[in-house]
């Protein structure tokens, strides 16, 4: 349909082999439909989750953003942000959390306390990068029992991450978000 389509390997070579999983080791993105965007006269690259992505989603409910309880392990957030600054914090009952945020022209993904985190030294980092010139008003989550995929202003800036927690994350906190943020529970895609 003339789509330029993509997938990408999840993972570094600094830690791939070691990583704390039992039956597999690493995984792929979700598909991913790329497409050059042009504003002002500058172009830029977006990747957006493919539309099929949506035959996953099992239910949907709308939350209050402040803080609300995940009741799957698999499941993809729209969130809405003010204007400025925001924050997401994933968390368990095993004090476990991952910290999402965005202070000024940096968006900052914190796994330093995100469950499993001491095979490697190079895996509990800060992650930054840079959002000079963009905006954000809306953030899209695929969180899987080891990973999220996050969409900024429909794939305008994108950040992919492993994480092992011991037990899912359970809660997320926010700040300067919206009013509203869409939970939709998602099927998996193995064979149980």
């Known amino acids: 349909d003339g789509r330029r389509l993509f997938i990408g390997w999840m993972s570094i070579w600094q830690y791939a082999q070691q990583v704390p999983t039992e ?22 690259l977006h990747s957006q989750p493919i539309k099929e992505l949506n035959q996953l989603r099992k239910s ?9 309880d995940l009741k799957s392990d698999i499941v ?4 809405y942000t003010g204007s400025g600054d925001f924050k997401l914090v994933f968390s368990n009952d095993k004090n476990e959390e991952v910290v999402l945020e965005k202070k000024g022209d940096q968006i900052i993904f914190d796994r330093t306390k995100s469950g499993i985190t001491t095979f ?29 995929e996050i969409f900024f202003n429909e794939g305008a800036l994108v950040l992919t991450e492993l994480v092992f927690p011991t037990v899912p994350y359970s809660t997320v906190e926010t700040q300067g978000l919206g009013d509203d943020v869409t939970i939709h529970q998602l099927k998996s895609i193995w064979n149980q």
């Open 23 to 44: 039956v597999w080791r690493s995984a792929m993105t979700v598909p991913r439909a790329l497409a050059l965007i042009e504003a002002d006269g500058q172009y830029s």
């Open 60 to 68: 949907s409910e709308k939350v209050k953003a402040s803080k609300f």
């Open 76 to 79: 993809e957030l729209e969130c």
């Open 120 to 148: 490697n030294e190079n895996f509990p980092k800060v992650h930054t990068s840079p959002a000079e010139g963009i905006d954000i008003k809306n953030i899209r989550i695929f969180l899987d029992r080891s990973s999220m």
